[in-house]
């Protein structure tokens, strides 16, 4: 396992669980955020963002988290293991919320520099609509993988205790 990809809401965990994976597998983490953000919250053009993603997929290790279903497809074709969050929709509401005041004029570990944590109503809705919106469409694209990668759907904080358990005990 050198791949690893880890996909969910916002809120779902996708940071903390990628750096605690990367601890316990000894992988680099790479938080797409901290590439897609430029400072003062500007998105990176999708030619450039395709360039990125490319040359990100193709090292030979590394745990990735982050959505940008655009690209999801390029990530998942060189993934060994994809970890999809699918955690409840008001969970991931208050870890939103709970992240927005603990970093209150800050930027987060996995962001870039210059982009304070912020919490907008167009952020908000994107949460809030992310199963209607976005679910249907991962869970369909792992489907059509699942023969070919280890695919772990995780949709409790206890189903999460127990996968870093299993790795703990692998490695």
Not at 69 to 94: E, V, W
Not at 146 to 165: A, H, S
Request: proline letters at 3%.
């Amino acid at each position: 396992m050198n791949r690893v990809l880890v996909l969910g809401s916002a809120g779902s965990g996708k940071s903390t669980l990628s750096q605690k994976l990367g601890t316990i597998l000894d992988l680099p983490v790479i938080h797409l955020d901290s590439y897609y953000w430029k400072p003062n919250w500007v998105s990176t053009s999708n030619e450039e963002w395709d360039q990125i993603v490319e040359e990100l997929t193709m090292k030979d290790q590394w745990i990735m988290n982050g959505n940008y279903s655009r690209t999801m497809d390029i990530r998942i074709k060189r993934a060994d293991m994809i970890i999809f969050l699918d955690m409840p929709m008001l969970l991931c509401i208050y870890r939103v919320i709970k992240r927005r005041l603990m970093y209150h004029k800050k930027t987060r570990p996995d962001m870039n520099e210059g982009c304070p944590e912020k919490l907008d109503w167009e952020f908000f809705k994107w949460v809030w609509n992310y199963r209607k919106r976005s679910r249907m469409g991962t869970l369909h694209k792992l489907e059509q993988v699942k023969k070919d990668k280890q695919i772990i759907i995780v949709k409790t904080k206890k189903q999460i205790n127990e996968l870093m358990n299993t790795l703990e005990i692998m490695n």
